[in-house]
């Protein structure tokens, strides 16, 4: 083949690389990093004036057959005591303080449950598997665990209900077949509609956004922002979807992602989701030393609201009040979460209920103390409840 034509061929095939890979993510038929299951974007808001629907009778769904692992000959510990491990993605930031909490509150109210919490200090997959690996070694009557990898993670928790311990997940599932029960902060669908939601009351329903997450394939925030593009493509056909961007669990990262996001789109760029407990506030800070929160002064004075870079996003309360009523007060004006204490809390109730016999394959429901009646959904999740918005009118209030 002539040389020159041979070049002249792979710089077009490098040029059509280029472009593909340089398509808004929303230009994808799915977001890459969620699982295959399938999206179940929820109704779009009614338009103003627009009348109710008129309720009709449904049939009552079907509940999914329960998908769950079950231990190997576990021992009868119904009412006796029984030590626990939590081992969670990582310690040290505040989102897993506050399951910790829920967790020591609950084991005090049931009175014949310990329970220690041991993770890693970063979110690795590895020593999150070495460290649950060590826990089969010792023995433990039941493993608690927010998956860092749903896959990865699947082999040695399987090797824990094999070893005859209980398994029950939070905040991040693992193959259900790994585990007995996973508890649901909240359904994949509530998250996208709250997040999406609240990001077009800010900035429009024809605005730009980015996204700043953890990894692509860590496992909720995963099926969150697949739930968000199909939710967004389903309401808001004409919000533009830049890019989304990887930051770990780690603050300086988060920080610096959100700061090249906002020097490589400037004022394409009108809104950021932090995925993330540690991607939200980073990003927010990000915002703030970029001069680009909606209250910022320089912006007022040249009143030039769009140049305002909105932040929504997951995180815990005290991580973002500076933003919401404090020192930058208005930065951000919604926080989308869920209550972690409340989180921790019952995934030990669930616990507790598993080795006492009272939750089982099948059942609808359990009780899970000053949380009530908690649901069973998808066969062999707990869902904790509907997704919760901290505001400048009740983020106060909370302290975790």
């Not at 967004?232 to 989304?244: G, H, I, N, R, V």
């Not at 007022?300 to 769009?306: L, R």
């Amino acid at each position: 083949m002539n040389r020159k034509l041979l070049v002249a061929l792979l710089l077009g095939v490098v040029m059509v690389l280029s472009f593909s890979l340089a398509l808004p993510v929303a230009a994808q038929d799915r977001w890459d990093g969620a699982d295959d299951l399938p999206v179940n974007p929820l109704d779009c808001p009614m338009a103003e004036g627009e009348a109710m629907p008129e309720a009709t009778e449904e049939a009552p769904m079907d509940m999914p057959a329960y998908d769950g692992g079950q231990p190997t000959n576990a021992p009868d510990l119904a009412g006796q005591p029984i030590v626990l491990v939590d081992v969670p993605k990582l310690v040290g930031i505040g989102y897993f303080a506050a399951t910790t909490l829920g967790q020591a509150q609950a084991a005090e109210e049931l009175g014949n449950v310990t329970v220690t919490t041991d993770a890693p200090t970063e979110a690795n997959i590895d020593d999150q598997i070495a460290v649950i690996d060590n826990y089969i070694t010792q023995g433990v009557n039941g493993i608690l665990f927010a998956a860092n990898d749903p896959v990865a993670i699947a082999p040695v928790l399987t090797r824990a209900l094999e070893s005859g311990i209980h398994v029950v997940g939070y905040d991040a599932n693992s193959e259900p077949g790994a585990r007995e029960w996973f508890v649901n902060q909240a359904e994949f669908n509530g998250i996208g509609k709250a997040m999406v939601d609240s990001m077009v009351a800010e900035i429009g329903a024809d605005g730009s956004f980015a996204i700043v997450t953890s990894t692509f394939t860590t496992p909720n925030q995963a099926r969150w922002i697949a739930e968000m593009q199909a939710y967004q493509e389903k309401c808001y056909p004409e919000l533009t979807w830049l890019e989304t961007v990887e930051a770990q669990e780690d603050n300086v990262l988060s920080f610096n992602q959100a700061t090249t996001l906002i020097n490589k789109y400037g004022e394409e760029l009108d809104g950021i989701f932090g995925m993330t407990s540690v991607a939200t506030p980073a990003a927010a800070e990000a915002v703030v030393q970029a001069g680009l929160c909606a209250v910022d002064a320089a912006n007022a004075a040249a009143g030039s609201p769009e140049a305002a870079v909105a932040v929504v996003g997951l995180a815990t309360p005290n991580a973002m009040k500076p933003y919401v009523t404090g020192d930058n007060a208005g930065c951000v004006k919604s926080v989308v979460l869920w209550n972690p204490v409340d989180l921790g809390y019952a995934a030990v109730y669930v616990m507790r209920a598993v080795v006492d016999g009272t939750l089982k394959p099948g059942d609808a429901t359990v009780e899970a103390g000053r949380l009530g009646t908690l649901s069973v959904v998808n066969g062999s999740e707990v869902l904790l409840g509907p997704p919760f918005i901290y505001t400048k009118d009740n983020i106060d209030g909370f302290d975790f």
